[in-house]
């Protein structure tokens, strides 16, 4: 078979989710099905991806392989839960929403300065001494504020107060801590390379860090915003001082109630865009060899989507190899500038427009993915 033709026969779908409508496994499903009925003869490489929220682990496998381990950890108010992470090879995909997320809670309970981390530290360590030499943290779907403070405990650090009492703390009494011991901790992951899935670049503290922005979805007022983030800044300033880490301005520190930072200065966490982890994992670069074309797409494309996110993180790397990038979006919004600079030749919008009600778009939204993809091959070259 001659290149021409290959190049014209491969194509690879990497679709984040369709909030609200469509995990990304489906969304996989449903353009790979269009292909294939246009070009029966087709190569179609699906990966479904995920931010590292909630689905993080069953894309992860989905495209790589492996199982899911089920394990007993404590839940963000205390309460014993059932939480499972992704093994492939040697390599742990942990969703921070499976140990600490809104689902966990009891009686719909909103407090994040309450809630813990603590389950996904055992989450992390049951994947360590289950042998995984590799951690894939997804830092999504919180419903906590402690710095990430409880997770590390669960691994080994310990915090003390004033009177050198020790205790795990919380959002709430971030500000006691006095002294910190990693050393069991260190220990523990001395051999173990951890990278944190982190798709926002907000500080720990301050106007635009974990409590001011975050806190307010996750059950906080006016009063415990200020509380929290003021813990927030004592807690990077006694960091600093204990352990040497500058975590104040770290750029994705105040992700997931500030877990960013904590996953940083306790665990030796390397923080990345979710979609660099997927693409370095894949080999993307030998992937995308023959490729005719990169299909992506997400519930709502603007402006915001060109911040370097799914779609982005592909085109931008796809632009290297000279492979065309499609998107397609529930939604699109107008006059969005710069697609060809950052390697996106087009983006399609499924909703056609003239649906009266919410609930009438959802209904449809798969056949008018389906719709999409069909009017995106006949009409083009691909």
């Known amino acids: 078979m001659d290149k021409q033709k290959v190049l014209q026969k491969k194509y690879l779908i990497m679709p984040d989710s369709f909030k609200g409508t469509m995990d990304s496994i489906e969304v996989?499903?449903?353009?790979?099905?269009?292909?294939?009925?246009?070009?029966?003869g087709a190569e179609v490489v699906t990966v479904p991806v995920a931010d590292g929220?909630?689905?993080?682990?069953?894309?992860?496998l989905s495209a790589f392989g492996g199982k899911k381990k089920t394990v007993t950890v404590t839940g963000p108010y205390g309460k014993k839960v059932q939480a499972?992470?992704?093994?492939?090879?040697?390599?742990?995909?942990?969703?921070?929403a499976a140990a600490s997320g809104f689902a966990l809670t009891d009686n719909g309970m909103r407090d994040p300065s309450a809630a813990t981390t603590f389950g996904v530290g055992e989450l992390v360590r049951d994947a360590v001494e289950s042998g995984c030499r590799r951690i894939i943290l997804g830092l999504g779907g919180s419903c906590?504020?402690?710095g990430g403070a409880g997770m590390a405990a669960a691994l080994g650090t310990v915090f003390y107060d004033e009177a050198g009492r020790s205790f795990v703390p919380a959002g709430r009494n971030l500000d006691r801590i006095?002294?910190?011991?990693?050393t069991a901790s260190d220990r523990l992951l001395g051999n173990v390379a951890i990278e944190a899935m982190c798709d926002i670049d907000n500080p720990l503290y301050g106007p635009r860090g974990a409590a001011y922005v975050f806190a307010p979805q996750k059950g906080?007022?006016?009063?415990?915003?200020?509380?929290?983030?003021g813990n927030l800044k004592k807690y990077?300033?006694?960091?600093?001082?204990?352990?040497?880490?500058?975590?104040?301005?770290?750029?994705g520190g105040g992700a997931a109630g500030g877990t960013g930072a904590g996953a940083y200065v306790f665990l030796g966490a390397r923080l990345r865009q979710g979609i660099d982890v997927i693409l370095d994992m894949l080999g993307f670069e030998k992937l995308i060899k023959d490729c005719r074309v990169i299909f992506t797409g997400e519930g709502s494309f603007d402006s915001q989507s060109l911040g370097g996110k799914v779609a982005?993180?592909?085109s931008r790397r796809a632009m290297k190899a000279g492979i065309p990038v499609i998107v397609v979006a529930g939604s699109v919004a107008d006059n969005i500038s710069g697609l060809s600079e950052v390697g996106i030749t087009d983006v399609f919008q499924t909703d056609p427009g003239t649906y009266e009600s919410q609930s009438e778009m959802f209904a449809n939204c798969r056949k008018d993915l389906k719709r999409t993809m069909f009017k995106i091959l006949d009409k083009t070259e691909f």
Not at 236 to 251: F, M, N, P, Q, W
């Open 53 to 60: 929220g909630e689905g993080t682990v069953d894309c992860f």
């Open 312 to 314: 982005v993180g592909i």
């Open 28 to 40: 996989c499903e449903i353009m790979k099905s269009a292909v294939l009925e246009k070009n029966p």
């Open 144 to 146: 906590s504020n402690d």
């Open 236 to 251: 990077a300033e006694t960091v600093k001082a204990e352990t040497g880490a500058d975590i104040s301005g770290l750029a």
């Open 220 to 229: 906080a007022d006016e009063a415990m915003v200020r509380v929290l983030d």
């Open 178 to 182: 006095s002294r910190i011991d990693k």
């Open 84 to 96: 499972a992470y992704g093994i492939t090879g040697d390599t742990a995909i942990i969703e921070m």
